[in-house]
């Protein structure tokens, strides 16, 4: 564990020591400060029954930026040690390839988790000026952020394959963009190809990110889901360290 821990601490730290962090909390920030102000501003202007969580969750200002940022915290997470020369020092010292794989994605979903902290504030000052909950219930406020973390797991872990794919970081940040991109419209496929069989329309829908969002916004909470990401998840990080353990026989 304590091996874990350094490496943990090594990968954290490195996000500090680029300025692509800074860039990329400095454009989160401004972003879904911004769909925060804009979501409060039509709420107050037309009546609606849906809460200010749901709102926030569901425009595409939430999503250009959410699926942007994963490239760019993912793309350094092998490429630049490709790049850097320093695979051979890390292959070599006395870590195990599974704890060098973990260490680099629990690092990436650390600094996603830095990236949401904010809101939290957003929603917290909401009720405290307004006296009014920003969900219906506590479930869906939760469970919202819930959600978020399993997303940002299953995207991390492709976004870290990405970059262990390749030397070149644009060239990982374009696969994970790719990737990401099509991971979270495939729900809308159905609809493209007009597809009105309810059982493969049942299966999309199953898998569909923004679908899942919607429900989770309004507390509507499905295992199913979790069981879903949690899985993709841990396949994704079992290639990954394939493809790692095949570029460090290679090496």
């Given at each position: 564990?304590?091996?874990?821990?350094?490496?943990?601490g090594r990968?954290?730290?490195?996000?500090?020591y680029?300025?692509?962090a800074?860039?990329?909390?400095?454009?989160?920030?401004?972003?879904s400060?911004?769909?925060?102000?804009?979501q409060?501003?039509?709420?107050?202007?037309?009546?609606?029954?849906?809460t200010?969580?749901?709102?926030?969750f569901?425009?595409?200002i939430?999503?250009?930026?959410f699926?942007?940022?994963f490239p760019?915290?993912?793309m350094?997470?092998y490429s630049?040690e490709?790049?850097?020369g320093?695979?051979?020092?890390?292959?070599t010292?006395?870590?195990t390839?599974l704890?060098?794989?973990?260490?680099?994605?629990?690092?990436v979903?650390?600094?996603?988790?830095?990236?949401?902290?904010?809101?939290?504030?957003?929603?917290?000052?909401?009720?405290?000026?307004t006296?009014?909950?920003?969900a219906?219930?506590?479930?869906?406020?939760?469970?919202t952020y819930?959600?978020?973390?399993?997303?940002?797991?299953?995207?991390?872990s492709?976004?870290?394959?990405a970059?262990?794919?390749t030397?070149d970081?644009?060239?990982?940040?374009?696969?994970?963009?790719?990737?990401?991109t099509?991971?979270?419209?495939?729900?809308?496929?159905?609809?493209?190809m007009n597809?009105?069989?309810?059982a493969?329309?049942?299966?999309?829908?199953?898998v569909?990110?923004i679908?899942?969002?919607?429900?989770?916004?309004?507390g509507?909470?499905?295992?199913r889901?979790?069981?879903w990401?949690?899985?993709?998840?841990?396949?994704v990080?079992?290639?990954?360290?394939?493809?790692f353990?095949?570029?460090?026989w290679k090496?």
């Amino acid at each position: 564990m304590k091996t874990f821990l350094t490496l943990l601490g090594r990968e954290v730290k490195s996000f500090f020591y680029s300025p692509i962090a800074y860039v990329v909390l400095f454009y989160f920030l401004f972003l879904s400060g911004y769909n925060f102000y804009m979501q409060i501003n039509v709420m107050n202007g037309f009546p609606t029954e849906i809460t200010i969580v749901e709102a926030f969750f569901a425009p595409a200002i939430f999503w250009f930026p959410f699926i942007l940022s994963f490239p760019l915290i993912t793309m350094r997470s092998y490429s630049e040690e490709f790049r850097m020369g320093t695979f051979e020092t890390l292959t070599t010292a006395p870590v195990t390839d599974l704890q060098v794989v973990l260490a680099k994605f629990v690092g990436v979903l650390v600094f996603y988790c830095i990236l949401w902290s904010p809101t939290l504030c957003s929603f917290a000052v909401f009720q405290y000026v307004t006296g009014k909950s920003a969900a219906n219930a506590a479930g869906a406020y939760w469970g919202t952020y819930l959600l978020l973390l399993l997303i940002g797991g299953f995207y991390s872990s492709v976004g870290c394959l990405a970059s262990a794919l390749t030397k070149d970081q644009i060239n990982a940040a374009t696969i994970s963009f790719t990737t990401i991109t099509l991971l979270l419209f495939v729900g809308f496929l159905p609809e493209v190809m007009n597809i009105t069989a309810p059982a493969i329309k049942d299966l999309f829908s199953y898998v569909s990110t923004i679908q899942h969002m919607q429900d989770f916004s309004k507390g509507i909470i499905d295992s199913r889901v979790i069981v879903w990401y949690a899985s993709m998840t841990s396949l994704v990080i079992f290639f990954t360290l394939q493809v790692f353990q095949y570029r460090k026989w290679k090496a």
